[in-house]
């Protein structure tokens, strides 16, 4: 599985993005997925994920209530929408495809090549 991320961007403190990750391959709705992100000197962490069929998410707490992931099979594509951003959220996003559903960046197995959120206060 080969994966893209895109849409991110500079944006203002309270203001939203959709961000997007296709895949390629037949198999792309067999996998979970999860979205990290990285900091300039932070190590990644969790943002979201979720499962296979679109029937479970997951959130960092940091993100709850803001940020809504969803898929569409048909297309191999993840939408995480980030609404409310903050100057915190700065970082690129990664998403990621794996076999188990988690937080943990070690379950996946597949990542993509990044994009940058910049969020300006």
């Known amino acids: 599985v080969q994966l893209q991320a895109s849409g991110g961007g500079l944006v203002q403190a309270g203001g939203s993005l959709r961000l997007s990750c296709a895949a390629s391959?037949?198999?792309?709705?067999?996998?979970?997925m999860g979205w990290f992100r990285q900091a300039p000197g932070k190590e990644c962490e969790f943002v979201a994920a979720?499962?296979?069929?679109?029937?479970?998410?997951y959130y960092a707490d940091s993100g709850k209530g803001r940020f809504t992931c969803s898929r569409d099979n048909a297309k191999n594509t993840v939408y995480p929408q980030m609404n409310s951003l903050k100057p915190e959220d700065t970082a690129v996003y990664y998403c990621?495809?794996?076999?188990?559903?988690?937080?943990?960046?070690?379950?996946?197995?597949?990542w993509g090549q990044g994009t940058l959120v910049t969020v300006s206060s």
């Open positions: 990621a495809a794996g076999r188990r559903l988690g937080t943990d960046p070690e379950l996946y197995n597949y």
């Open positions: 391959g037949r198999t792309f709705r067999s996998y979970d």
């Open positions: 979720i499962s296979w069929s679109g029937g479970s998410t």
